[in-house]
């Protein structure tokens, strides 16, 4: 999916600021139709943000289900004759969208951008003022991702019809329109989509002989590669007839340039909006010659602009490989070792609600910490940060909100009736929705399908080999990986995902404070995990909750000293293995969850503060990273 860009023909205007907001108390909203009238008793609401920590009552803040989002906004006349669309970045979870009172869009997932076509009903509504109203509910059942359940209590210890959400992932369940909302305009024929895959000859050096697989070795690895010829493989969809392809530097000047026929049509479609028109889709190969590549730290973006009769696109990519041996992670030939952290959208009075002063904040840090890399720990992040990433030359691992698919109590979540062919079907559109919208980005080097999953259960195999060929067959190009919490006996899904990543908590929820045990146990799990299946092993979680400004000597849990103790026993050990490819502490920030008894006002596992200061354990990242 395309973000969208002005340029000469495409015009973005974008309607973020104060909205017009109402909590659905009863959840009647939809029945009662509000989306026909403006909305009555409504207090002012920023967007993007999310809703909960801007209000000071509890019952609006934990509301479960429907709030509405209002505004109005006027098309510009040198927009007629154009193609219009409305486009959310994001809105948290379940959300229908209402233009002038009829319903243009729906879109179920939290984390991933939807848009509608709203030419028509502008071109005929004869009004100036339009309204877009949008009803959001923040419902997590078993069949979204995240998943989670509305617990209702009876009897006469709880008030009637007392509910709540329950969810079993270990974050706050921020809601609202947490992405920027646009309309956009295009000419009438339109670039649809544009697909980017580059192959890369000539690499060199060869690192094949070296083996820098730990952070030490790693150290040894300066040399950046460089090839002799990429070819840049492109996929237009598009209604408009497409005319050349250019490839553009960083110096902005032409490096090739295609013609483009119909010749190049290797499909045609019915556009589902516009029957009388097809979409097309075209490809194209265009060679670079010594091309400059995307290196972690070290990057360069080129530029494909699509131009057709009427419409332009410019889509920015980087050429880059990316290789998995049984024991290294290789990008551009050069084995890569992931420093860095599993992260969250997530800060004080916004929430989850996109705050780029926050994301250049925390480039700056993961720059400072000599940090490489993040997981997109639990769901996708906003397309402004994967820019920011490819830009940047941090490395991405891109993961699915599949989070919360574990009891920790022993039920069943694969064959307990809780996931079912729904929850399937749901989780491989997510999939599709967020390969769509982050194929292009170099930064992304691997997709994550889960996060802590009940991995040992029978009905998880079943489940994710449909999720991992899925996955693979959207994508040739990139590994997957999902995340364990379950360890090497038990798992019954690694055979079909190409790095193994665990998260591991020896000494914290297991032999709680006991750091003498963590080489132990750690080594000899690594050692099977890899005994088993032979692939590469991230360490994508390992942390202790810490408060900052906590000092006892000799350590104990909860102190800096401890956090920075703990850290240094699970290092001792990944200097020692050569199949172990990173370390992603948890977490980069202390961020806020549910209330709980092992939850003091949030999860205090950062390595930051929520307000991004360092603790201790950053110096000591900072030492071993840099
Ligand atoms: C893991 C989860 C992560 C939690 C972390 C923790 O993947 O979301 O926040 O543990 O407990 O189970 O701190």
Redo the contacts with the bound molecule.
């Keep these: 999916m395309l973000y969208p860009i002005e340029n000469k023909v495409r015009e973005v205007k974008n309607l973020n600021g104060i909205w017009n907001f109402r909590i659905d108390t009863d959840n009647a909203g939809i029945e009662q139709k509000w989306y026909e009238q403006p909305l009555t008793d409504v207090v002012p609401m920023a967007v993007p943000a999310s809703y909960n920590d801007l209000f000071t009552d509890a019952r609006l803040k934990e509301h479960v289900g429907y709030v509405w989002y209002e505004r109005e906004f006027i098309v510009p006349d040198s927009w007629t004759d154009k193609r219009i669309v409305v486009r959310f970045g994001s809105a948290t979870h379940h959300a229908r969208v209402y233009l002038d009172g009829i319903e243009v869009v729906r879109h179920k997932g939290g984390f991933l951008p939807f848009e509608t076509d709203i030419t028509e009903l502008l071109e005929t509504s004869g009004i100036e003022n339009h309204r877009l109203t949008v009803a959001l509910s923040n419902v997590l059942d078993w069949t979204c991702l995240p998943c989670g359940e509305v617990i209702t209590e009876e009897g006469s210890k709880y008030p009637e019809g007392y509910h709540y959400q329950e969810s079993y992932?270990?974050?706050y369940n921020y809601s609202g329109i947490h992405r920027p909302v646009k309309i956009y305009a295009t000419p009438k024929n339109y670039i649809r989509d544009i697909t980017i895959k580059t192959e890369v000859e000539g690499l060199s050096p060869d690192f094949s002989d070296e083996k820098p697989v730990t952070i030490k070795d790693y150290k040894k690895l300066e040399e950046l590669p460089t090839a002799n010829k990429a070819t840049v493989k492109v996929w237009v969809e598009s209604t408009d007839e497409i005319q050349s392809v250019k490839i553009i530097d960083e110096n902005n000047e032409i490096v090739c340039e295609k013609e483009i026929t119909q010749s190049n049509v290797i499909d045609s479609l019915k556009d589902a909006k516009d029957s009388s028109n097809d979409v097309e889709t075209y490809f194209a190969e265009v060679e670079v010659t010594n091309p400059k590549l995307w290196n972690p730290g070290a990057t360069y973006l080129y530029k494909l602009c699509v131009e057709g009769k009427e419409d332009i696109y410019t889509e920015e990519f980087g050429i880059r490989t990316i290789e998995t041996t049984d024991k290294q992670f290789k990008i551009n030939g050069k084995p890569f070792y992931f420093k860095g952290f599993g992260r969250h959208e997530d800060s004080d009075i916004h929430g989850k609600g996109l705050d780029e002063a926050l994301n250049i904040r925390d480039f700056n840090l993961l720059d400072w910490i000599g940090a490489n890399s993040f997981r997109t720990?639990?769901y996708p992040y906003s397309e402004e940060q994967m820019m920011l990433a490819d830009r940047e030359g941090i490395v991405v691992i891109d993961e699915v909100p599949a989070v919360g698919m574990c009891f920790w109590d022993g039920q069943s979540v694969f064959a307990g009736g809780k996931v079912s062919d729904e929850t399937l079907e749901h989780h491989l559109d997510v999939l599709s929705e967020m390969y769509q919208r982050d194929k292009n980005h170099p930064s992304v080097v691997m997709w994550s399908v889960a996060?802590?999953a009940a991995t040992h259960e029978e009905g998880a195999a079943l489940y994710f080999e449909k999720v991992t060929s899925t996955m693979k067959g959207l994508d040739d190009t990139r590994p997957i990986t999902i995340v364990h919490?379950t360890g090497p006996d038990g798992d019954k899904v690694s055979q079909w995902v190409d790095v193994i990543c665990v998260?591991r908590y020896y000494a914290w929820y297991n032999d709680h404070g006991h750091l003498d045990v963590i080489g132990l146990q750690l080594k000899e799990e690594m050692d099977k995990w890899h005994a088993k299946y032979n692939k590469p092993i991230i360490m994508s979680?390992y942390?202790a909750d810490t408060i900052a400004g906590y000092h006892k000597l000799p350590a104990v849990a909860f102190t800096e000293e401890f956090q920075c103790e703990y850290l240094d026993e699970y290092h001792k050990v990944f200097d020692q293995l050569e199949y172990m490819i990173g370390e992603h502490v948890?977490?980069y920030c202390d961020f806020q969850t549910k209330q709980g008894l092992n939850r003091v006002d949030g999860?205090k596992?950062g390595v930051f503060t929520r307000n991004r200061q360092p603790k201790a354990a950053a110096h000591l990242l900072r030492k071993r990273w840099k």
Aim: proline letters at 0%; aromatic letters at 20%.
């Design positions: 992932f270990d974050f720990s639990h996060n802590e919490t998260n979680e942390g948890w977490a999860n596992k």
